[in-house]
């Protein structure tokens, strides 16, 4: 509500210039003119005409050039002529009656004048060159409508039916015929044919005279020349009868809206039928204007302007004026009411009076106020009985620029979203009034509204805030676009001497304030000083806030950088470094010098790795993470991030954490930096922290361009076996390397480290057997883990890869006990008899031992894994068991003799009888086992013999109507065939087609038959 | 789901008729804004206020006319409720007189009026219970007589407000609907005579 009431200090409009009409006319003062209607037509050639009518039947033109118009309000009265600029000039003036002349209106379409006087009408030309016409076959008239063309709708012909003709070609003559009257159905009268009028340009009025209402169409005749002395003017009139004491009226479109003392009433045109809209009590006096830009209307009800559309309809809420007003205009937006040298505007939309002035008391009387008919022209006359006021319209930024200066920044918002929401102002004047209320905002230190407004600015540029965050001249200095703002506000300076400013000026007013002046800074901050701290955080955060918004548009690349490096100072202010580092490691546009000293200056350091990375300077982002890493050890490095107050506890713990996170996120960069040299630098102190770090980039695939993998192995410290052998597996499984060397490398370090840990094992399992319980066992078992991990690997590997060199692996390993691993490299090597050496005799694997056999296959092999079974050498006792076991498995290749014989004669018999009743019974399981097989085989050859004698003995009926399946001819009492799939032949064909293929094309030799009888089902 | 509905938003006329401070404008401004003011001030022509209400998966946007109660703007009326698609007649119950005044209204819409306007009967100012001067069974019964819907109503504590506009919806759409099955006939608007009963299920 504040806003609205305070709208009374708006000027919308202001008047300028008055003058005596009479006096400018050089009338002499004996004679009084007084001014009874007025005209106002913005002439093409920006002079705007003014008519004034007089009370005893004169009309004045005069001329006036707005450009002339001196803001003060300058009279006339006294050396008019001695003025060398005045705005208005009498151009002449003509006599039309000696009444007094009622109403004036500009027919622009036909370049004439209309005038009512003593109820006749009169028409002369727009600059009362010629001689007057005087419309003789009307008369008592009351008022005259021009009719307002609605856009969108249709606006019909009113002539259709026909209508009364005359044509004013000579001077002197009046209209000629009057043929009929009234509406004519059948245009019988002088109906121009359509062709002739539309060659010309026309106005249609519409005019209420005595009890009638008559429609007129006047229109200069194609071939008639407006500045000829008899031009060719037709006149089209239709008269309806019936409807008197019309006071006042409005046509637009297809409606004429009549006003009479009863009420107001609607003529639709196009049915020539009448209604009601609605009546008026007595004393209310009936007043219409139609509100051009809506094509509404306004209808005077007591001091109630109720707005309704062509139709009748109502459109909105009522305007409700604070007296009777003797006159309406509509100046769109607003209307203007006057009364008594009284003028108000209210706003058509809201109703709200915005504006209230009064005419100096001198002019006190009847007052007639006009704007152009199209009620959009910026000059508005008032006219009192012995004075005229231009007024000037003004603009909406004059009026916005108005409220700025006297700081009512609500209300100039206010009436920005007014023009806004009434499509009154450009979205250009828009968004640039709105910036400009930002930067008034900005340094009022209303920072959050300010920032409000810059992002509802469609034109604002990020780069004019950039003066406020970083001291001119900078980097970004040249980009700031020059615009003209209204002066209103002083030149960017840091935020920092914004609030400084600020604050001064608040300490002033509140000083001034105690003297009792008041000032125009805001009470809220008089009352509440704020702080420092708290506007320059508000202020930042703010900028903040516009920044990310900019961030996102579509920018020029320098304003982009600018934004993005301004943000990081931004954030950088405030020490918010998750941002910062948010930002430097995504996508961003910051300027790295310009940020560089600034970050490393205050430690920045994480930040600035980020940054040096997202801009593809590797370089300096490794060694600042290098740097890192070392000072973490050192304690210089303290994680932000981290809760103070538990630093000193955990130390030790973030100290490691934090040495993690720097070789991570240099591992990080590492995993996709193809230049070997800077990888291979950095590979050591990551290694030193974090060997999971240094694998990840030595085996990432991210880079382009390879490392050189020999190049890669020679850096490897030879003490980080982990990194060197995963380096390696990477290379044999993931990039399927082929080379010897790698493979060889590759199963030595493994084997070490197998032996290695096997050894330390066993020196372990030596220790703890005596205290065995002292240890967890989660740790044995740890460690067994570990142990049979690296173990399976080597194994899995040295049977899995062809490419090492097993000597040299069997170098490594053959003092140790790693036997299953040397029994896969004798085997690589060919060496059976080592293998089932190792696998029968030290790992007394039989399974395994077998197995390999097996996989050899030749019968030999077993031959002389039972050799070494029955003979171990090394003072062995023979192994019986695993022999026997053989002879059962593999006894078809083996002579039990064999075995036999190394029986020793000492032997007990208990122990032997094992040996001979399990040898003994293999044997004649074999036998029974084969006699088996001999007797399956023989029921199977029986059962085939039996189903091919069944098939043979099948029997067939031939009859007269058989056929040969292949040549067709009867069979008769030939001789035929027939084969297996039931196809009979003759045997001609028996003999042609062969045995091997049926008549129907079956070859039995590539497909053969079986049927369900001859499969062997026992 | 609003964006689903746009499509089917409805205008309806609305125009709400009665005698001087009856409470027209206080419960337009209770529908509107949801506001009360002890001393509005009277209205003069008429206010205009829009308002959308949406039922289910249709919306009505209602134009609410609220017209001045003083006889010298009586004339003024038919122009708000020509063509209106539904009208609330609003009396005071603590004044006999301006409910004498509501069946006036009635009669004249009824006779002037379109047939096809919703026609509500709202006796405000029920909150005023002590002070009552027409009882609720005696407007039911002339609401009844005249196929209007009838309810008490509060614009002070917004006691049924939002029921009246939402009934006057339902039966907004309901005939619109029908007009549309059957754009010849008449539409019957007191023919569900079980809906009466069932009233504000959509607002809470």
């Known amino acids: ?1018 | 789901m609003a964006a689903a509905h746009e499509n089917k938003v409805k205008n309806a006329k609305l125009v709400l008729l009665g005698d001087v401070a009856t409470g027209k404008s206080s419960i337009v401004l209770r529908f509107v804004k949801g506001q009360f003011v002890e001393f509005q001030e009277s209205t003069i022509g008429a206010a205009f206020f829009s308002q959308t209400l949406a039922l289910n998966d249709e919306t009505v946007k209602f134009e609410i006319w609220d017209t001045a109660g003083q006889e010298r703007y009586h004339s003024l009326a038919p122009m708000y409720y020509r063509g209106a698609a539904a009208a609330i007649i609003v009396y005071d119950i603590t004044n006999l007189a301006t409910f004498t005044r509501a069946k006036k209204w009635v009669q004249e819409l009824q006779s002037q009026g379109n047939a096809n306007t919703v026609m509500a009967l709202a006796g405000n100012k029920a909150d005023l219970v002590e002070a009552r001067k027409v009882t609720a069974e005696e407007a039911q019964a002339y609401a009844v007589e005249n196929g209007l819907f009838f309810i008490e109503t509060s614009a002070k504590t917004a006691i049924n407000v939002n029921e009246i506009f939402c009934e006057i919806a339902k039966r907004f759409l309901q005939a619109q609907a029908q007009q549309q099955q059957n754009p010849n006939g008449t539409i019957q608007m007191d023919r569900p005579a079980t809906r009466s009963t069932a009233v504000s299920s959509c607002c809470s």
């Not at chain 1, 300058?74 to 001695?82: C, H, I, P, V, Y």
């Not at chain 1, 920044?409 to 009434?422: C, G, N, T």
């Not at chain 1, 205050?602 to 070392?630: D, E, N, P, Q």
């Open chain 1, 1 to 1018: 509500m504040e806003a609205i009431l305070s709208e009374k200090d708006r000027a919308v409009l202001i008047p300028y210039y008055d003058f005596d009409p009479a006096k400018l006319a050089g009338f002499s003062p004996a004679v009084p003119l007084t001014i009874r209607s007025i005209a106002v037509f913005p002439a093409p050639d920006c002079q705007t005409l003014i008519y004034v009518g007089t009370g005893g039947g004169k009309l004045l033109l005069f001329s006036l050039n707005p450009s002339l118009s001196t803001s003060p309000l300058t009279s006339l009265d006294d050396d008019s002529n001695a003025h060398p600029a005045v705005p208005v000039v009498f151009l002449r003036s003509v006599t039309i009656s000696n009444r007094v002349i009622e109403f004036i209106t500009v027919l622009s379409e036909i370049g004439r004048v209309l005038l009512l006087s003593d109820g006749f009408l009169f028409l002369v030309d727009s600059l009362l060159l010629r001689s007057v016409r005087k419309l003789g076959f009307i008369k008592d008239v009351t008022a005259i409508s021009t009719r307002l063309v609605q856009l969108g709708f249709p606006n019909s012909d009113p002539f259709r039916d026909g209508a009364v003709r005359a044509e004013l070609s000579s001077p002197g003559q009046t209209f000629l015929k009057k043929i009929g009257g009234g509406i004519r159905v059948n245009g019988a009268g002088s109906r121009l044919s359509d062709l002739q009028r539309g060659g010309g340009s026309s106005c249609f009025l519409a005019v209420a005279a005595g009890k009638k209402l008559v429609l007129i169409e006047i229109l200069l005749t194609s071939n008639a020349d407006l500045d000829a002395e008899h031009g060719g003017i037709s006149i089209l009139w239709t008269e309806i009868q019936g409807i008197g004491g019309v006071k006042t009226m409005a046509w637009v479109g297809d409606s004429i809206i009549l006003g009479t003392a009863e009420g107001y009433h609607l003529f639709s045109v196009t049915t020539g039928k009448g209604s009601l809209i609605f009546s008026l009590p007595d004393s209310s006096p009936p007043l219409v204007r139609y509100l051009v830009r809506s094509s509404n209307l306004l209808l005077l009800f007591d001091n109630v302007g109720v707005v309704s559309n062509a139709l009748g309809h109502p459109v909105g809420g009522s305007l409700i004026f604070q007296y009777v007003p003797e006159t309406i205009t509509d100046m769109h937006p607003y209307v203007i009411v006057a009364r008594d040298g009284r003028l108000d505007l209210y706003r058509k939309k809201t109703g709200v009076c915005v504006q209230s002035f009064s005419l100096p008391k001198s002019s006190v009387g009847p007052c007639i106020v006009v704007n152009d008919d199209l009620g959009n022209g910026n000059v508005v006359v008032i006219g009192t009985p012995y004075k005229a006021f231009c007024c000037r319209k003004v603009s909406v930024e004059k009026q916005i620029k108005e409220l700025l200066r006297k700081k009512h920044f609500r209300e100039a918002i206010y009436l920005v979203e007014e023009f806004q929401s009434e499509g009154e102002m450009t979205r250009e004047m828009l968004s640039f009034v709105r910036a400009q209320f930002g930067f008034l905002l900005l340094f009022e230190l209303h920072f959050e509204e300010a920032v409000d407004q810059f992002l509802l600015s469609e034109s604002m540029d990020p780069s004019e805030i950039f003066l406020f965050i970083m001291r001119d001249p900078n980097r970004w200095s040249h980009l700031v676009p020059r615009k003209r703002y209204w002066g209103l506000h002083p030149p960017p300076v840091p935020l920092e001497q914004v609030v400084d400013d600020g604050l001064v000026s608040i300490q002033r007013a509140v000083f001034l304030r105690k003297a009792g002046i008041v000032t125009t800074t805001d009470d809220e901050f008089i009352l509440n000083p704020p702080s420092r701290a708290d506007l320059l955080q508000s202020a930042i955060e703010n900028i903040i806030r516009y920044m990310l918004v900019s961030r996102e548009k579509d920018l020029l690349s320098p304003v982009k950088e600018g934004v993005d490096t301004l943000l990081m100072y931004l954030y950088r202010a405030l020490n918010q470094v998750s941002d910062m580092e948010k930002l430097a490691s995504s996508q961003n546009s910051c300027v790295v010098e310009e940020l560089e000293t600034l970050l490393d200056d205050s430690g920045h350091l994480r930040t600035l790795a980020f940054l040096y990375a997202s801009k593809g300077m590797y370089s300096k982002a490794l060694s600042i993470w290098r740097v890192l890493a070392k000072n973490y050890s050192t304690g210089f490095w303290k994680d932000p991030t981290a809760s103070s107050g538990d630093y000193a506890s955990d130390s030790s713990a973030d100290l490691l954490s934090g040495q993690r996170v720097a070789a991570a996120e240099a591992s990080k960069l590492l995993q996709e930096i193809s230049d070997q040299t800077l990888v291979l630098e950095h590979l050591e102190w990551i290694a030193d922290i974090d060997q999971e770090s240094a694998i990840l980039f030595l085996i990432s695939e991210k880079r382009i361009n390879q490392l050189s993998p020999g190049d890669v192995i020679a850096s490897i410290d030879s003490k980080k076996i982990e990194i060197h052998q995963r380096y390696l597996q990477w290379l044999i499984e993931d990039q399927d390397s082929d080379d010897m060397q790698f493979h060889t490398l590759y199963a030595l370090s493994l084997a070490r480290s197998t032996i290695e840990l096997v050894e330390r094992h066993s020196m372990q399992d030596n220790r703890l057997t005596g205290k065995y319980n002292k240890m967890g066992v989660s740790d044995v078992t740890d460690q067994d883990s570990l142990k049979y991990n690296i173990r399976e690997r080597l194994q899995l590997f040295l049977q899995a890869s062809d490419l090492y060199d097993p000597e040299l692996v069997l170098k490594v390993v053959e003092g140790s006990e790693l036997w299953l691993e040397k029994a896969i490299l004798y085997r690589k090597m060919g060496l059976e008899e080592m293998v089932l050496q190792i696998l029968a005799l030290k790992l007394e694997d039989c399974e395994a031992a077998e197995q390999y056999c097996a996989e050899i296959g030749r019968s030999d092999v077993y031959m002389q894994l039972l050799a070494m079974y029955l003979d171990p050498q090394d003072g062995k006792e023979p192994m019986f068991k695993p022999a026997v076991r053989l002879l059962h498995n593999h006894g078809e290749s083996l002579d039990p003799l064999q075995l036999l014989e190394k029986l020793s004669p000492e032997m007990p018999l208990q122990l032997s009888s094992d040996i001979l009743l399990r040898i003994l019974r293999a044997r004649v399981h074999h036998r029974h086992q084969g006699k088996i097989v001999h007797d399956l085989s023989s029921a199977l050859s029986v059962d085939t013999q039996l189903a091919r004698l069944e098939e043979r003995s099948r029997n067939v009926q031939i009859n007269d109507e058989s056929v040969c399946d292949s040549c067709h001819a009867h069979l008769g009492t030939k001789l035929f065939a027939m084969y297996p799939d039931d196809s009979i032949v003759c045997y001609k064909c028996y003999r042609r087609l062969g045995e091997s293929t049926s008549a129907r094309g079956h070859n039995f030799k590539e497909n053969p038959i079986f049927k369900p009888g001859w499969l062997v089902t026992r």
